[in-house]
């Protein structure tokens, strides 16, 4: 069994920690920050910096000093480490970290999408099972919550295997959670393990783990300094 690490990061922080951990970005983080308005930017930074400090204390360094290196499309892994392997996603007010030792990781949160939509969204790009199970007859905020929570297995999948999010359209991910994808078709090679994380209202989460071995979740909560 491998455990991962998942740290609910709040971006909702005072000015003074978000400020200190905009130090510890790198000059490529700054200049797309700079870009942004200022919410945007300072809810960038506070995710940004929160991943630095708490990958650095995993790998022993600095938060400045944490490197990033891409695969072919943009995945993040620490450069110069082997073993820790990391994702993060973040959604208005809530970020989640994904960290494990030796075993690629995804991790997707998701505000509630639009009822109205997620019908529509569901029958174009999910199996036809899970278009069906969105579109039964419920109330439209379990509608949405369906569609939601189906959306970040497959978007947690697409980061664990490092591929495209078009590529993940026809693998089924439905299911209790955790749930084994036993087949990710065009997403890569071999299974993965898959399960939904608890979140604040109106947020979905889940975290998936390449590998058929069971994973099991440990939710910290980083509230910044």
């Given at each position: ?46 995710v940004r910096g929160a991943v630095r400090q708490l990958v650095a204390a995993r790998l022993g360094v600095h938060p400045a000093d944490v490197v990033w290196r891409y695969g072919p499309n943009g995945k993040p892994e620490p ?59 419920v109330e439209p905020a379990e509608r949405a919550a369906r569609f939601t929570a189906l959306w970040c297995r497959r978007e947690a999948c697409v980061k664990a295997y490092g591929g495209r999010v078009v590529q993940s359209f ?56």
């Amino acid at each position: 069994m491998t455990a991962i690490d998942l740290w609910l990061i709040d971006t909702r922080q005072p000015a003074v920690p978000a400020g200190e951990l905009w130090q510890s970005l790198d000059r490529g983080e700054r200049a797309r920050a700079s870009g942004m308005d200022p919410g945007a930017r300072e809810r960038f930074t506070v995710v940004r910096g929160a991943v630095r400090q708490l990958v650095a204390a995993r790998l022993g360094v600095h938060p400045a000093d944490v490197v990033w290196r891409y695969g072919p499309n943009g995945k993040p892994e620490p450069a110069g480490d082997g073993a820790l392997r990391v994702s993060w996603s973040a959604s208005d007010a809530v970020a989640v970290l994904a960290l494990a030792e030796g075993r690629a990781v995804g991790v997707d949160v998701e505000r509630l999408h639009d009822p109205r939509t997620a019908e529509r969204m569901a029958a174009r790009w999910f199996p036809v099972e899970e278009a069906r199970f969105v579109a039964e007859p419920v109330e439209p905020a379990e509608r949405a919550a369906r569609f939601t929570a189906l959306w970040c297995r497959r978007e947690a999948c697409v980061k664990a295997y490092g591929g495209r999010v078009v590529q993940s359209f026809g693998v089924p991910v439905a299911g209790p959670s955790p749930v084994l994808v036993a087949d990710p078709g065009a997403l890569g090679a071999g299974p993965a393990r898959l399960c939904d994380v608890p979140v604040a209202e109106p947020f979905r989460a889940a975290v998936a783990a390449l590998g058929g071995s069971p994973i099991h979740v440990n939710s910290h909560d980083w509230q910044g300094n």
